[in-house]
């Protein structure tokens, strides 16, 4: 089984910082962002620490190729009314694959985009086009289209969406899927039947085109259009529906990373230690919260 969290990444030690937290968490997988999510500064690759990295992950039986990085929520594939944003979004997803050949990364989790304004299949069109420009015949890395809530105009909220997309993509091999637990959920889909999920996506799509879920409880209800995330076990999907999905044998080789939301008073403590040793137990400690306070405090 793979399973991690949503890390950090920083300039001072990039890959090497990631794979430290993963390695305090208990973890053998993780994701991160090889800047801050919410913006587009990017310093340069120093292979010296990625080497560091690469070293301390074979000591952890940290397996690279499973390891995760997510584009940052700013680009927008979607939307083309300002050409000058839109090619920004695209050369950035152009250095940022480039950035991920020389860490060796294989898989760059994005939002699909938002229409704010425009067409929905105009939008579409322009995510498939803006794809399309990116990857290129034997590149190494593989774009995973994330499932999404529907809040405003986010596209990529049903198979419709997603499966328009990833038929008009030409580098069929560079295209996969990563599913969000707490995007399903809010998007519609109920968590507690996620085998049949599974096979209407296989028969839309083809199960192996995922290769990464986010493993999130949800603050809302299904179909509430929110993606707000909640603490696993502590949300409306529950415990017992998001280890069925963790342990669902369909799902085996597919690395499962949270991205559950820090605790405390000022959300300053992660919870992901805690939450991996819950998951690897299969048994719900209601008391969660108040461990993880006294193990950082
Ligand atoms: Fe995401
Ligand atoms: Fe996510
Ligand atoms: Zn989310």
């Known amino acids: 089984m793979y399973l991690g969290s949503h890390v950090s ?25 090889t800047g801050a999510p919410q913006n587009t500064m990017r310093s340069a690759i120093n292979d010296e620490l ?3 990295a690469y070293e301390l992950m ?4 940290i397996n690279l190729e499973k390891v995760i990085c997510h584009a940052p929520y700013i680009v927008n594939l979607a939307n083309d009314l300002d050409p ?10 152009k250095n940022e694959v480039s950035r991920l050949e020389t860490l060796g990364i294989k898989y760059l989790v994005l939002h699909p985009g938002s229409s704010v304004g425009i067409e929905k299949y105009h939008a579409l069109d322009n995510i498939i086009n803006g794809l399309n420009n990116i990857l290129y015949q034997n590149c ?32 069929k091999n560079n295209i996969g899927v ?7 959920n809010d998007s519609g889909i109920d968590i507690s039947k996620f085998d049949d999920y599974l096979d209407l996506f296989d028969k839309e799509i083809g199960i192996d085109k995922i290769k990464c879920i986010h493993i999130n409880d ?10 707000r995330h909640e603490n696993f076990g502590f949300g409306t999907i529950g415990f017992d529906n998001l280890i069925n999905i963790i342990y669902n044998p369909r799902l085996n080789n597919i690395p499962k990373i949270l991205e559950t939301p820090y ?13 991996i040793e819950m998951i690897k137990n299969k048994e719900f400690n209601s008391n969660l919260i108040n461990d993880i306070i006294n193990y950082y405090k």
Do not use: R, W
């Open 178 to 184: 990563c599913l969000d637990t707490c995007h399903l």
């Open 9 to 33: 990444f920083d300039s001072k030690e990039q890959l090497l910082k990631s794979v430290k937290e993963c390695i305090s968490y208990g973890a053998n997988t993780f994701m991160f962002y």
């Open 140 to 171: 190494n890395v593989v774009i995973l289209l994330e499932t999404m809530s529907g809040k405003g105009t986010e596209l990529g909220t049903n198979l419709e969406e997603i499966k328009y997309i990833i038929d008009n993509i030409k580098e």
């Open 218 to 227: 949800s603050k809302n209800n299904i179909g509430d259009h929110k993606d």
């Open 58 to 61: 074979k000591e952890n039986n």
């Open 263 to 275: 605790v405390g008073e000022n959300k300053e403590y992660p919870p992901y230690k805690f939450e």
């Open 50 to 52: 990625t080497y560091k």
């Open 84 to 93: 000058s944003k839109y090619d920004f979004s695209i050369n950035f997803l």
